[in-house]
């Protein structure tokens, strides 16, 4: 049985420095195309394929990266167009390779569609690519470009888009209610699940606020600096406060259920103890009520502005390498 050449992919995204890859490629004897598109914004080529990108930008939108055709569709192109370039490579006698934005998003695709593959990660500091494409113009206001952002994080690393949507909902939530905001360079969980065996409860003492208990399913236990939680109060009235999760009185444990392929999320229950906390909200819910009654909970991507990914970026990247 003949074994498919194996091609080389490019992966990164748009302004992720993927041309300049591929470039360095081309000119190894690596055959990234028979034809290239032209780069729009930039006076160089792009190195991507003229038959691929068309495919590409048929198949998934731009800016936001969603699916515009069926898997099954999508999958069966590839499949001709891998087969086409490979025979285009063995004619040259050279390695097939090929970079596009979109791929990053496709892994799951193309992995199904051409057979082997070698990847070619380029990574860029995510800032560093939302920089850049902010200076494009690349999004048209900060709605698409929070969807858009969101949607490309979770294409990249599920447990990164877990991370970036409790930080988000947390500053969110805060504006929302008119606290003080965070303190740059910090990054925030939204810790909000209630089950019957873990409950925190809030004292007001004489020194402030205090929390002591415990709170399960904690997304990024191990890796924020801060948290908007969830507590009880001594008259039965549900709260939220503010906690800072490097002081003495919080434990992060390796505890609870952790979902399959959210591992490096750093998830777990967190324990209190008398743990220093600032009050949002007093008595937001009343035991029995069966709503909470804080608004931007559902408008954690309002917050989602320039400087709260850039900053979110550069805490947490190192963590994801």
């Not at 969830?230 to 919080?250: F, K, N, R, S, Y």
Request: charge should be negative.
């Amino acid at each position: 049985m003949t074994v498919a050449e194996p091609i080389i992919v490019v992966l990164g995204p748009w302004c992720g420095g993927t041309s300049a890859v591929a470039k360095v490629l081309h000119h190894l004897g690596v055959l990234m195309g028979t034809r290239f598109d032209v780069g729009i914004r930039e006076l160089d080529d792009t190195w991507e394929d003229t038959d691929l990108s068309l495919l590409c930008r048929r198949a998934f939108s731009e800016p936001g990266g969603e699916l515009l055709m069926d898997a099954h569709t999508l999958r069966m192109k590839l499949r001709d167009w891998a087969a086409n370039h490979r025979h285009a490579a063995r004619v040259a006698e050279c390695r097939p390779g090929v970079k596009h934005p979109a791929l990053c998003i496709a892994v799951d695709h193309i992995r199904e569609a051409w057979g082997p593959l070698v990847p070619v990660v380029v990574d860029r500091p995510a800032a560093k690519v939302v920089a850049s494409l902010n200076r494009l113009g690349w999004w048209t206001d900060e709605k698409e470009r929070a969807e858009s952002t969101a949607h490309l994080i979770a294409a990249r690393d599920l447990a990164l888009a877990k991370l970036f949507e409790g930080h988000t909902d947390a500053l969110a939530i805060m504006a929302e209610l008119g606290a003080a905001g965070a303190d740059p360079g910090s990054v925030w969980g939204t810790w909000a699940a209630e089950p019957p065996s873990a409950r925190l409860e809030l004292r007001r003492t004489a020194r402030g606020p205090r929390l002591t208990g415990r709170k399960a399913w904690c997304s990024g236990a191990g890796i924020v600096s801060h948290a908007l939680v969830t507590a009880w109060d001594g008259e039965g009235a549900q709260c939220l406060a503010a906690v800072a999760i490097g002081q003495p009185g919080v434990t992060v444990t390796a505890d609870g259920w952790h979902a399959v392929g959210m591992g490096r999320a750093a998830s777990g229950d967190v324990l209190f103890a008398a743990a220093e906390a600032v009050e949002i909200v007093a008595r937001y819910r009343d035991a029995g009520a069966d709503e909470l009654i804080i608004p931007a909970f559902t408008l954690g991507s309002a917050s989602r502005s320039k400087d709260t990914c850039d900053l979110f970026f550069e805490e947490v990247a190192v963590h994801f390498r």
